[in-house]
Structures are given as structure tokens and as C-alpha cells.
């Protein structure tokens, strides 16, 4: 086949370092997002949806078929942070955490998915963060060993 194809939903799961509320202020946070998508557009793989809390952030997206995950989080985090610390001076000492999450989402749950990350500050009144992350490993199948989850 002379053509290269491609339809990989992520949702993708990060947070700041040591869960700082780096991100408390609603208007900051929602100008991060939209920087975030910009990122992801740029790196080939188009945000479909970005939210978050003053901790943590999700993002659903497409990702791009020369794209590897890691290579993305990277650039994700790697840009925003540059961006974030020069936008907020007040903000000099933002990191994001080393690690992530990433999860397949079958093109069928991309509706429910991005309801679910509109409504992230709703639900983390239910629901803490660790709490969403294990329950989000199980779903998912994926192994988590908490020695390393909450840097």
C-alpha cells in the first residue's frame, strides 16, 4: 500500500510536579489548555478536547501517524513548561512530573471522553486524582505500581 493511514485516539493523563496547584487560577489554566493544543497541533497530533484541574491535566487526542507517544509527552511538556514560567513569572518554579498516562480510546468513546474532560472540576469534588488514575489503569488494563505514580 503506497499510502500510510492512521486513527489513534488518546486520552492522555500528566500532572504537575509533586501535584503543585500550579495551575489554580481558572483564566491561566484555560490559556495553558488552549497552548497545549497548540502543541499537539503542531507535533501532527490535533487535541480533540484538554482539561484539567489546578494539578493535573487530560487530553484527548489524535495522534499522528509519524508521532510516538513519548516523543509528544516530551515536546508537550518540554514547550508548555518554557511557555507557562515565561507567560506567569510567578510561576518560576513549574514542572509537570516525569511520567503519564496514556490510554487507547476505541473511536466509538471519543463523545463520552470528551464530556468526561469537560467536567473534570465536577468530578474531582467525587473523585481524587489517585482515585481517577487507578481506576483509569484498571479500565485500561494497565499495571500501575504506586511507588512511581505520585512523584
Known sequence: MPQSLAQLYIHLVFTTNQRTPFLADAAFRNHTHRYLAGVCKNQGSPAISIGGTEDHVHT??????????????????????????????????????????????????????K?????????????????????????????LDERYAWD
Open 60 to 113: 484527548l487526542l489524535r495522534l499522528g501517524k509519524t508521532s510516538s507517544i513519548s516523543e509528544l509527552v516530551r515536546e508537550l511538556k518540554r514547550d508548555s513548561s518554557k511557555w507557562i514560567k515565561e507567560e506567569n513569572p510567578q510561576l518560576e518554579h513549574f514542572h509537570w512530573q516525569q511520567g503519564y498516562g496514556a490510554f487507547s480510546i476505541s473511536p466509538s468513546h471519543v463523545n463520552a471522553i
Open 115 to 143: 464530556s468526561y474532560i469537560s467536567t473534570q472540576e465536577e468530578h474531582h469534588r467525587k473523585e481524587s486524582f489517585q482515585d481517577e488514575f487507578r481506576r483509569l489503569c484498571t479500565k485500561y488494563g494497565v499495571e
